[in-house]
């Protein structure tokens, strides 16, 4: 059975592991960037993330068994002359299981995802995607979403 929830402490070896596979695509399509067999996070700072209510972590489970993630962080755009005042959930990072891919586990998490920045007020949500993994763009656009912005490099 799949339930969708809000990630907690017991969920951290499972996080870990998940993001492990999102560091390996990174650092095999950027090895000048990302350092091999690590993560994002440890378990240490996982844990002040779970407590913090600013950066909900949600998680679609299979069975009780995490098969995906989603961490999302509340920004408020304090508006000025120029940008309005807007609250935006952004995703911070998504990964579903690689042995879980093509069951709609992304699906499932985005759209629990709009549903939670919905029920917030959100103005909107968004995320980024990095052009080494086009496989991720197309799917953020199968569910709607748009390019809003784009950053540019020159390597040096």
Known sequence: ????????????????????????????GRPDLFRPDTTKY???????????????????????EVQGYAFCVHQRHAGDRLFADIETL?????????????????????????????????YNVTLNVWSLNPGAQAFYESLGMKPYKIGMETIL
Do not use: W
């Not at 995703?91 to 093509?102: G, L, N, S, T, W």
């Open 1 to 28: 059975m799949r339930t969708l929830r809000k990630a907690q402490k017991a969920d951290i070896p499972a996080l870990i592991r998940l993001l492990h596979q999102v560091n390996s695509i990174h650092a095999q």
């Open 42 to 64: 440890d378990e240490q700072e996982l844990g002040a993330i779970l407590d913090n209510p600013q950066t909900p972590v949600f998680v679609c489970c299979e069975n009780d």
């Open 90 to 122: 952004y995703i911070d990072d998504i990964c579903v299981d690689e042995q879980a891919r093509h069951q709609h586990i992304g699906k499932a998490l985005y759209d629990f995802v709009l549903a939670y920045a919905r029920e917030r007020g959100c």
